[in-house]
């Protein structure tokens, strides 16, 4: 293990919204070219875990360290420009601007910055990167769901992030568009990424995490390699309800 220095640790990470701790006292290490699927059902605190780790809400407690940089109190273009990419849910690209200049934005504000000529060659490659090589001029109005998420990608890859954070990319994806998905996750992961995945797809978790925390209600309920998790009692209960 020693071979997957720590990019990312959470200690005690905590959010609390009034009386609801949507994140409880919540421990884990993101280690260097691997892959953390970050799993539970839905309301338990995963997307929250991510806008604590992006800087997109304010942690009630604990502390969030990028390499060996406490970035909890930071705000989120710092977390970014310290090496934090994300996509979301709900994708957030900029409406008024073109694919490519969504992805430029990316190249500008990322961990790596870019600026003019450089932000454009390299926005370029990123999509040609996730199949929107020729999309590139279309606004964003004109895309398709699963492009949307392309371009979301791409944004994020274009800052050269240190850890890549995905919520649910896969989502709302038909069977084909979800196969063409998985690949191109996996090719990212073979490129040496370091990626927080959360996501609902069993198969493409146990195709592609190399290990697995599950939460249930705000707190980690399990911890190990997809197959052990999954075969857990407890995180089988969490999942049916009970
Ligand atoms: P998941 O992504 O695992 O489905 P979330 O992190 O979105 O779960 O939500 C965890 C819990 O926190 C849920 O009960 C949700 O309703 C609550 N929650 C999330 N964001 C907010 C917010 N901004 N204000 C109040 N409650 C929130
Ligand atoms: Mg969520």
């Known amino acids: 293990m020693t071979m997957h220095p720590t990019v990312l640790s959470l200690r005690g990470a905590t959010k609390r919204f009034g009386g609801l701790v949507a994140v409880n006292a919540l421990d884990f290490d993101v280690h260097e070219n691997q892959v953390l699927g ?20 304010p ?3 604990g ?45 500008v504000f990322g961990h790596r910055r870019r600026w003019g000529r450089a932000a454009e060659t390299h926005a370029r490659k990123m999509l040609d990167r ?11 109005g004109q895309l398709t769901y699963i492009d949307t998420k392309r371009v979301e990608l791409a ?3 274009a800052g050269e992030p240190r850890v890549l954070l995905l919520d649910e990319w896969l989502a709302g994806l038909n069977p ?11 090719s990212l992961r073979d490129d040496g990424r370091t990626i927080v995945l959360v ?30 998790v999954l075969s857990d009692r ?3 209960r969490a999942y049916l309800g009970d």
């Open 59 to 61: 942690a009630t407690d």
């Open 130 to 140: 996730v199949g929107m090589g020729r999309k590139l001029h279309l606004g964003i």
């Open 199 to 228: 996501e609902h797809v069993m198969d493409a978790i146990r195709s592609l995490c190399d290990t697995c925390v599950v939460m249930a209600q705000g707190t980690k309920i399990a911890e190990g390699t997809p197959e052990a």
């Open 155 to 157: 944004r994020a890859l």
């Open 38 to 57: 970050l799993i539970g059902p839905n309301g338990s605190g995963k997307s929250t875990t991510l806008n604590l780790i992006s800087g997109a809400l």
């Open 63 to 107: 502390e969030i360290v990028l390499r060996d940089r406490d970035i909890t109190r930071l705000p989120p273009q710092a977390i970014a420009r310290l090496g934090v990419a994300r996509t979301f849910q709900l994708v957030r690209l900029l409406p008024s601007m073109s694919v490519l200049e969504n992805v430029m934005a990316g190249a």
């Open 234 to 236: 407890e995180v089988i």
């Open 176 to 186: 084909t568009e979800l196969e063409e998905g998985v690949a191109l996750i996996r």
